[in-house]
Structures are given as C-alpha cells and as structure tokens.
C-alpha cells in the first residue's frame, strides 16, 4: 500500500533529523540526538492530545528539524545572543520543513498553517501552539529535566522551571505534575510552582 503524503512528510522529517551528528545515548543505544527528540515529541503529542490534527503532529515532529546546523556557539552566549539564535532556528524550521510538505504534495494554506505553529505564534491564543509549547515543555520535563538539574545549582533550575512554567497552560501544568520526577527534582518543580 503506498504511504499517504503524511506518513511520506514523517518519514522525510526523520531522514533529515537522522542526519545529526549529535548523538544521544539511552540504555546504552547510541540515538540520532533530534531524531530522538522528533520522536519523544509525536509521542508526548498524542498522548497529550490524542486528537490532534495532522498539522500539529506534523510541527512537533519538525519542531528541532536540523537543530545542528546553527550552533549556539554563533551567537554571542547572553539573553540577547540566546533569543536571536533562537528565532532564527524558528525559522529554519519553518523553512526546512515547508519544503519538505510542498515536495509531498500538501497546499500552501495547510503550509503556512504548519510553519505558523512551528514558529510558536501567538502562544496562549492558538490552540495549536499552544499545545506545542506545552508538549514542548513536557517533553523537556520528562526526558531531559533531570540530566540537566544535576548540571546547574538549585536556583538556576529553579528559575528555568518558573521560565518553562509560565509558557504552559493549565492543562500542561497538571500532566507535568504525572511525571515521575526523582524526590530532588520533583522538590525543585513544586518550588518553581509556588
């Protein structure tokens, strides 16, 4: 049976992430790191919300798209530097993975309507990107939340998890609240909260 334009927008978005250099090791099994993180996205997504549309599933899966080729280390390491490199990753994004649904077919309406969610536009208004961000959020506070608290002192978590907590909804709140955290870190996540 030949695959619909979405599963072939899947499977192109996976090839370009398996594409990066940067590899993360999970119970011993070396993992392309975004391909990795494309996958913890759709997953969280639809666990998330079940009923999302193919749009939304599409930008989560895209979301960190060939991340690596615009290394952090390019702009200058403050606030400043690290919100310019950030939106200039949202666009690439947008960008890569505009392509990629053009090439298999999907209208300019639906494209735009995907780049517009990958950009993260008008979070606590759109539905759409909304739920990104939160997914977005969870999936940090699930896969990478601990590995990253044992790296910096309390206060810095603390501060990040507040910064992290004020982009969710109130829906995003209580699932992160599902997680299962250490004691330390779950500690952490319940002082950010108050």
């Known amino acids: 049976m030949k695959p619909t334009r979405f599963e072939t927008a899947i499977a192109l978005i996976d090839q370009k992430n398996a594409e990066d250099p940067n590899v ?26 079940p009923n999302a ?24 390491m403050d606030r400043v530097g690290y919100l310019k490199w950030r939106e200039q990753l949202k666009r690439m994004h947008a960008k890569v993975t505009s392509e990629i649904l053009e090439q298999v077919g999907y209208d300019e309406e639906f494209i735009k309507r995907v780049a517009f969610i ?21 999936v940090f506070l699930d896969f990478y939340f601990e590995e990253f608290a044992a790296k910096h002192n309390d206060d810095k978590v603390i501060d990040i998890v507040k910064k992290t907590l004020v982009k969710m909804s109130e829906k995003g709140k209580q699932e992160a609240l599902k997680i299962k955290f250490s004691d330390k870190s779950l500690s952490l996540l319940k002082k950010a909260m108050m």
């Open 118 to 138: 990958i950009s993260k536009k008008q979070i606590k208004k759109n539905e759409e990107s909304q739920t990104l961000e939160d997914v977005i959020c969870l």
């Open 24 to 49: 993360y090791v999970v119970e011993t099994i070396n993992f392309s790191k975004e391909l990795l993180y494309s996958q913890r996205m759709s997953r969280k997504l639809l666990q998330f919300n």
């Open 53 to 76: 549309s193919k749009a939304l599933q599409l930008a989560a899966r895209a979301q960190h798209i060939c991340r690596w080729s615009i290394p952090r280390s390019e702009y200058p």
